[in-house]
């Protein structure tokens, strides 16, 4: 995963990838060469969590929007979650966002003591 230019790099070679993968996270990412995009998804079933602020000046909103758009259509596990004010930064909310999806999607037998029920938690 990652953020931004790398994020998106990420959203399309996770896709177009051959071999399962077990999720990643795009934050204030877009996907690159979105026209042709349908046709090179072989990873219909990677998870996927994709955060935006709502306020980010770099990548817009409405371009992270554009972008759930066409993923939640090809992606049976993508899932977009809009940060209110967030500019183009990655915060505690994100991180938290973050870290839960880590834990939801480890295996049962790793436990990396993620807390993800406690909103006061420090992250």
């Given at each position: 995963?990652?953020?931004?230019?790398?994020?998106?790099?990420?959203?399309?070679?996770?896709?177009?990838?051959?071999?399962?993968?077990?999720?990643?996270?795009?934050?204030?990412?877009?996907?690159?060469?979105?026209?042709?995009?349908?046709?090179?998804?072989?990873?219909?079933?990677?998870?996927?969590?994709?955060i935006?602020?709502?306020?980010?000046?770099?990548?817009?909103?409405?371009?992270?929007?554009?972008?759930?758009?066409?993923?939640?259509?090809?992606?049976?596990?993508?899932?977009?979650?809009?940060?209110?004010?967030?500019t183009?930064?990655?915060?505690?909310?994100?991180?938290?966002?973050?870290?839960?999806?880590?834990?939801?999607?480890?295996?049962?037998?790793?436990?990396?003591?993620?807390?993800?029920?406690n909103?006061?938690?420090?992250?």
């Open positions: 995963g990652g953020m931004g230019q790398g994020g998106s790099l990420a959203l399309y070679t996770a896709f177009s990838f051959k071999n399962p993968l077990a999720g990643f996270v795009a934050i204030s990412s877009w996907l690159p060469l979105k026209e042709t995009f349908p046709e090179v998804v072989d990873n219909h079933e990677t998870r996927v969590l994709h935006h602020g709502t306020s980010d000046p770099i990548i817009e909103f409405n371009i992270g929007i554009e972008t759930s758009n066409i993923l939640s259509r090809l992606a049976s596990q993508y899932q977009f979650i809009p940060i209110p004010g967030m183009h930064t990655c915060t505690d909310e994100v991180l938290k966002h973050f870290k839960c999806f880590i834990k939801d999607n480890l295996p049962s037998n790793i436990d990396f003591n993620l807390d993800c029920d909103e006061e938690e420090n992250v």
